[in-house]
C-alpha cells in the first residue's frame, strides 16, 4: 500500500521547456513535503520542500505547488536544462518525522 | 568539507552470512539516519540516531537487523542471516538538527547484494 505516488516512472522534455513532475498522497495527517534530486551513484540531494500551510513555494528555477483537497503536489522546473536530468523522489511526513517517499520519476532533458 | 561517507560501496555475500555497513557522517552533525532503497523504490527509513541513542527504530523489518553509534559519530548497521531480499542500496543521512528533513545530507550508499 503505496502512500506516496509517483506514477511516472520517466519523463522526458526538451531543454529549456518546463518538466512537470507529479506527486500524489494518500494520508491526510501528512503536513510537510520534499523533492529530493538523485544522480546515478549518489545520494538523494534535497532540493525544495513546501508545508501544509501553503500551497506554493518557489526557489530559483523550481516551484512547488501542494494541493492538500486532492492530495497531490507537483514540482515544476523552468527552463529546463540537461543538467537536471536526475531521478526525482517525492516525500512526505507528518510534523517532519518518519519521511515516506515516492517510487521516483527518471527526468530527461533533451539538448 | 567532506560529506557522508559510506563503506563499502558494493558487497556482495551469500545467503546466511553476516554484514555489516559503515557511515562516516558529516563532522558535527547530531542526527543519523538509515535508509533501504531496493529496486524501482524510493528510500525507506529504517531508524535514526540522536546522538548515541536510537531514537526511532521503526522502520527495522526484523530482528535480523541492528544498527549502533556506540560514539555518536561513525554508525554500523549490522544485518545477521542474509536474506536475498535484502538486497538493496542501504543508503546513511546525517543531519546538523534533529529530525529536520530539508538539511539531510545523504552519502552514495552500499549496494548490498546477497546471492
Known amino acids: 500500500d503505496q502512500q506516496v505516488k509517483q506514477n511516472s516512472p520517466s519523463l522526458s522534455v526538451q531543454e529549456g521547456r518546463i518538466s512537470i513532475l507529479n506527486c500524489d498522497y494518500t494520508?491526510?495527517?501528512?503536513?510537510?513535503f520534499l523533492w529530493y534530486k538523485k544522480y546515478p551513484a549518489e545520494g538523494p540531494t534535497f532540493l525544495i520542500s513546501?508545508?501544509?500551510?501553503?500551497d506554493k513555494n518557489e526557489d530559483g528555477r523550481f516551484t512547488v505547488f501542494l494541493n492538500k483537497s486532492a492530495k497531490h503536489l507537483s514540482l515544476h522546473i523552468v527552463p529546463s536544462q540537461p543538467g537536471d536530468s536526475a531521478v526525482y523522489f517525492c516525500a512526505a511526513s507528518r510534523y517532519g518525522q518518519n519521511f515516506v517517499f515516492g517510487p521516483g520519476t527518471r527526468l530527461s532533458v533533451l539538448p | 568539507g567532506a560529506g557522508v561517507s559510506q563503506t563499502p560501496s558494493n558487497k556482495v555475500t551469500e545467503k546466511g552470512k553476516y554484514v555489516e555497513l559503515r557511515c562516516d557522517p558529516i563532522?558535527?552533525?547530531?542526527?543519523l539516519y538509515w535508509y533501504r532503497q531496493s529496486l524501482g523504490q524510493g528510500p525507506e527509513f529504517l531508524i535514526y540516531?540522536?546522538?548515541?541513542?536510537?531514537?526511532?527504530d521503526s522502520g527495522l523489518p526484523n530482528d535480523r537487523f541492528f544498527a549502533v553509534r556506540p560514539e555518536g559519530s561513525v554508525s554500523t548497521l549490522k544485518i545477521q542471516r542474509t536474506e536475498r531480499g535484502d538486497s538493496a542500496v542501504y543508503l546513511c543521512?546525517?543531519?546538523?538538527?534533529?529530525?529536520?528533513?530539508?538539511?539531510?545530507?545523504f552519502g552514495p550508499g552500499t549496494r548490498l547484494t546477497v546471492l
Open positions: 540516531f540522536q546522538g548515541t541513542g536510537a531514537a526511532d
Open positions: 494520508n491526510s495527517m501528512f503536513d510537510y
Open positions: 543521512a546525517s543531519s546538523e538538527r534533529p529530525r529536520g528533513p530539508d538539511t539531510q545530507y
Open positions: 513546501i508545508s501544509s500551510i501553503k
Open positions: 563532522s558535527g552533525h547530531t542526527a
